[in-house]
Structures are given as structure tokens and as C-alpha cells.
Antibody, heavy 120, light 111 residues
């Protein structure tokens, strides 16, 4: 059974940094494209970015508001996805979900999420 | 890139059918068949229930169906059940630098 478990969330001051992790199991992680989706408290879903598998080029894509501040990476030897977040802003406060990418365009399987709060 | 437009709430009685609309533009819903729908129960992670406009992942009830006409996609839930009470979000690929845009979300209430 595919399983994704996020960790690393917490309270951070504006301008600070945080690294989220997503431990994957139950599937061949190295072949999977992976995404991050966030949801501000009481708000809707927003796609943050994705990383393709290394066989597919391993490239990353991001939405404009996080480009240059967030970095998605992967360690296929540890079956782990990362989201490095720098220069955090209050508007980055959200539950962050990692997902598998299904058929190239869809968030197939989701983790339980990890909450990031940016506040002084 | 603005979010796709969904009604804030839709309600129905058990056994009835309801339809949720998702209105986009010619840059997203109208341009591609990469439209999906997600169900989210309170405090839980979302779940993919429709992909490719009308495809259903394995294990998803056939009471959920999707369609698209022009810039508007729709999700229909037939034979409404108490367990269908949740938030529903549409999503579409977009040819802007947003890549994928979600809808504003619809709260479904089973009366």
C-alpha cells in the first residue's frame, strides 16, 4: 500500500527557513513524480510545485509566489521527498501535503500533511 | 492566475443527485482535458475521485461522474449518501506559469 508521511512542520518567524520531508513507502519511489500542495487554514488547495523522476529528467516546477524561495528535491536512496523553504512569509502559513503524481497531471496519493506556521 | 470558480455550497437529500460546476477559462478547463476532482473530509487529506475529466481511479464509487463543456467542468454525485458530505475541489492544468489551478471549493451537505 502506498504511504506518504510528512514531517518537519512547525512555527517559524518571518524570514526564517524550514525543511519538510516526506517519507514514501509501498511503491517504487525512484520512478514516481512527486508534488507538494498546500492549504492555508480554512482555505482552498494550492499547487506548489513538483519534481519529476530522475529517468524523466528530475526537473522541478514551481508556482510564481514560491519560485526562488522554495526548493523541491528528492533522495531516491532514502525514498524521501523534500521541500526546502526559505525567506518564509506569513502567507506561506498552511498545511503542506506531499503527493504522488498520477498519470503525469494528478495528485494521486496524499500524505496526512504537516502544518507550517509563519508568525512572529 | 485566479482559482477556478465553484459554488460555495450545494446540498441534497439522501438518494438525490447533485452537480457541482467548475468554471475556468480558455487557458485551463477550456483548453485541456486534464481536469480532476478531489474530495476532502474535515481534517483529512484530499482524495482523487475523478481524472481526465471523467475517469475514475480504482476503488472510487461509480456514483461519482465528471463531464466538461467549454470552459466549465462538472461533477455529479448520484444516489447521495451521508458519507458524501465533504468539500470538493476541481483542478485543471493551465498554460500559464501556475501549471495547475484548483477551484474555490464546494461544501456538499447531505440534508
Amino acid at each position: 500500500e502506498e504511504q506518504l508521511v510528512e514531517s518537519g512542520g512547525g512555527l517559524v518567524k518571518p524570514g526564517g527557513s524550514l525543511r519538510l520531508s516526506c517519507a514514501a513507502s509501498g511503491f517504487t519511489f525512484s520512478n514516481a513524480w512527486m508534488s507538494w500542495v498546500r492549504q492555508a487554514p480554512g482555505k482552498g488547495l494550492k499547487w506548489v510545485g513538483r519534481i519529476k523522476s530522475k529517468p524523466a529528467g528530475g526537473t522541478t516546477d514551481y508556482i510564481e509566489p514560491v519560485k526562488g524561495r522554495f526548493t523541491i528535491s528528492r533522495d531516491d536512496t532514502k525514498n524521501t521527498l523534500y521541500l526546502e523553504m526559505n525567506s518564509l512569509k506569513a502567507e506561506d502559513t498552511a498545511m503542506y501535503y506531499c503527493t504522488t503524481v498520477f498519470l503525469g497531471h494528478y495528485e494521486g496519493n496524499w500524505g496526512q500533511g504537516t502544518l507550517v506556521t509563519v508568525s512572529s | 492566475q485566479s482559482a477556478l470558480t465553484q459554488p460555495a455550497s450545494v446540498s441534497g437529500s439522501p438518494g438525490q443527485s447533485i452537480t457541482i460546476s467548475c468554471t475556468g477559462t480558455s487557458s485551463d478547463v477550456g483548453a485541456y482535458n486534464y481536469v480532476s476532482w478531489y474530495q476532502q473530509h474535515p481534517g483529512k487529506a484530499p482524495k482523487l475521485i475523478i481524472y481526465d475529466v471523467s475517469g475514475r481511479p480504482s476503488g472510487v464509487s461509480n456514483r461519482f461522474s465528471g463531464s466538461k463543456s467549454g470552459n466549465t467542468a462538472s461533477l455529479t454525485i448520484s444516489g447521495l449518501q451521508a458519507e458524501d458530505e465533504a468539500d470538493y475541489y476541481c483542478n485543471s492544468y493551465t498554460n500559464t506559469n501556475t501549471f495547475y489551478v484548483f477551484g474555490t471549493g464546494t461544501k456538499v451537505t447531505v440534508l
